[in-house]
């Protein structure tokens, strides 16, 4: 009989401000099946005082971690992916959930960008729909923030992040569990507010569909289907009944809708004021459900890197052509600095992200010529921080800007030790090496890459031969890059 390969697995984890979610799924021959799915409302964001999450949310957080964890037996920590979002994002105790999630799921926290939020989100709900044509809105309101996104089937065209949720408008407007007209009115005026900056943008681009995916939107619709609908569209009339029986029931736990978990209800009334702002504010008359979410947007990703389909290729590829620069000499450096890191891989024990990692930074090592020629480095380095990149966390980017900022002048780990942990930052120190040579080697800007030579590490040590007669050029440059090296606590030698 031939032998059957056991099926890939990986996991998605979505730590929102309202619900964590967990998703595993099987990949064969290229499909992926669902195999398990939980999710628990831990309302991480519920009772945040002056930006720190509250010591029961965090215990509530750790409790499901835990429970997590069980499921994740068996999965290769490579193929795995934790997300935070909106509480995690504006906490500034969010260590202790980062550390927490480590030490649980052999997997580092990735708080993500609201607008890479946002493009997770949209990817989920168009790969959970049938590919149609024409432009469509997707409507995603979490416990922290509410997500916005028009786009053409799989292409997100505009993405934005609101700060607005179910459980952050519950927490001011409804703490006592009390309800009126009054006070969800409140809650829609906000959010009218929050809207009111990108409204007429989306309104000019336009779509022919809107979508909804989140838990509130989902628990809406199934509501007003019980009322009049199948529970899979929502519509503008739906809204204001349910609005009219929140009304009347007076408070939270009065609330008519049988087998609504306490969880739920509690953060139930704020979320329908804001969808009621919603469609209010875009005019909508009705949207679509779609069971997509952003826990399927981050395992298309996890499942997609290292391929033709890794967003991050994509990402950088953009931001490149967007902000210019001399394409022949980039497509030179990264060459010669991926040669440096084939040569060197097995002895630092190095993998294929710590590569890719490499080869970006290379791509964008000249991004901040756009600004100036006087501390490019720099300039570059706080764009890469602060862009939208699609694909890469916080922490991502972080340690691409780092290398960016590491690439030329005097080498220094200092910012490297301050910003990242103990594991990134010894990354960092190899590659940040790599991608220094890889730029003296290129210096001239020949027509064709610099790889004729052979790059050994000896531990911390790291030896270069050239396989061809040196210039005077090289030779002073690689002498001062020994020097700087050297400054730095490593060992660089060099032959010719």
Request: aromatic residues 6%; hydrophobic residues 40%; neutral net charge.
């Amino acid at each position: 009989m031939p032998h059957l390969s056991r099926p890939e697995r990986f996991a998605a984890i979505d730590l929102g401000s309202n619900s964590f979610h967990l998703m595993i799924v099987e990949r064969t021959q290229g499909r992926l099946k669902q195999v398990d799915k939980r999710s628990e409302r831990v309302q991480l964001a519920a009772g945040m005082r002056d930006g720190e999450l509250s010591p029961q949310a965090i215990e509530r957080a750790s409790a499901c971690l835990e429970r997590f964890a069980l499921q994740l037996q068996g999965i290769d920590p490579r193929r795995r992916r934790a997300v935070g979002t909106s509480a995690l994002r504006n906490a500034t105790n969010a260590g202790v959930l980062i550390d927490r999630t480590q030490q649980l799921l052999s997997v580092p926290l990735e708080i993500i960008s609201g607008r890479e939020e946002a493009r997770l989100i949209y990817a989920g709900a168009a790969f959970a729909l049938a590919d149609t044509h024409g432009r469509r809105l997707v409507i995603d309101i979490g416990g922290g923030s509410t997500e916005l996104v028009i786009g053409e089937a799989r292409e997100p065209r505009l993405l934005e992040s609101l700060e607005m949720g179910c459980v952050t408008y519950t927490e001011r407007y409804l703490a006592d569990g009390k309800i009126d007209l009054d006070r969800l009115e409140r809650i829609r005026r906000a959010a009218l507010a929050e809207l009111s900056p990108i409204r007429s943008a989306y309104l000019a681009h336009g779509w022919d569909e809107a979508v909804g995916t989140s838990g509130t939107l989902r628990t809406l619709a199934q509501i007003a289907g019980g009322q009049s609908g199948d529970g899979e569209r929502l519509d503008h009339g739906a809204i204001k009944r349910v609005v009219d029986l929140l009304c009347a029931s007076g408070s939270v736990e009065q609330l008519p809708f049988a087998g609504m978990k306490p969880e739920r209800a509690r953060v139930f009334p704020a979320g329908v004021a804001i969808v009621g702002a919603l469609f209010d504010g875009l005019y909508l008359d009705s949207l679509r459900i779609s069971q997509g979410a952003l826990r399927d947007g981050v395992l298309l990703d996890l499942t997609g890197r290292g391929t033709q389909l890794d967003p991050r290729d994509s990402a950088v590829a953009s931001f490149t052509r967007h902000f210019g620069g001399d394409q022949r000499h980039l497509d030179n450096v990264v060459a010669t600095a991926l040669r440096c890191f084939d040569q060197v891989r097995d002895d630092w024990t190095l993998d294929d992200q710590a590569r890719a990692f490499l080869g970006w930074a290379a791509q964008l090592h000249e991004i901040g010529l756009l600004i100036s020629h006087s501390r490019f480095h720099r300039h570059g380095a706080y764009m890469i921080e602060n862009a939208d990149l699609p694909g890469f966390s916080q922490l991502d980017q972080r340690l691409l800007a780092l290398l960016v900022l590491g690439h030329r002048r005097g080498l220094s780990l200092k910012e490297a030790e301050e910003r990242l942990d103990p594991e990134r930052c010894h990354l960092h120190g190899r590659l940040v090496r790599l991608l220094r040579l890889a730029v003296v080697l290129n210096r001239t800007r020949e027509d064709t890459p610099c790889l004729d030579f052979d790059l050994n590490a000896s531990g911390e040590r790291l030896s270069l031969t050239l396989q061809r007669p040196a210039s005077a050029l090289l030779v002073e440059d690689l002498r001062d890059e020994r020097e700087r090296q050297r400054a730095a606590g490593f060992e660089f030698d060099y032959r010719h």
